[in-house]
């Protein structure tokens, strides 16, 4: 039996990552602070116990989805001390996250209600955390802005001892 099979509740994320065109761009600017987690876009996070974990990717496995746009909007501030760039969120994608929110809610622990009311539903915040807000980033900087991205494929990922471990890629179809 694993060491992580136990009674402890473990960090979720279901995410995209941006192209290699955009990753580059970003990677470039100065006084850029990229998350442990990587450049990313989340779907959703949650706690879970980590028995659940095969119930849940077997869940998640057959959803089917239609590749999505985005396109990078504005520089904003999210969370706590979070720069961020806002994304737009396509009818698309909004309906993989509400398809992959209704299935986490079956496994995820009773933070859950709470991450959902502060972050998903209409308070569904499409971005990529780039650097910290306190940061000396340039946002009036335009070479991030209006630029399209064409997602077809998801992740899950667990975080294990701060490192966050890629579980599940689910790609379109």
Known sequence: MSKYLSSINMKYLTYFKPNRELSNLILRQDYIIIPGSGLHSTICFFYMKPEREKNLVDDLSPIDFNPFEIETLSFDHFDNDSLVLRLSC???LLQLHNRIVDIVSNYANITFDTIKRKYFGDNYSLHITISKSSSKFDVSSKELICRKDKIAKYFLA????????E?????KG
């Not at 667990?158 to 471990?165: L, R, V």
């Not at 579980?167 to 790609?171: A, L, P, Q, T, V």
């Open 90 to 92: 396509s009818d698309e």
């Open 158 to 165: 667990k975080k294990i001892d701060g490192f966050w471990e």
């Open 167 to 171: 579980m599940m890629i689910k790609n």
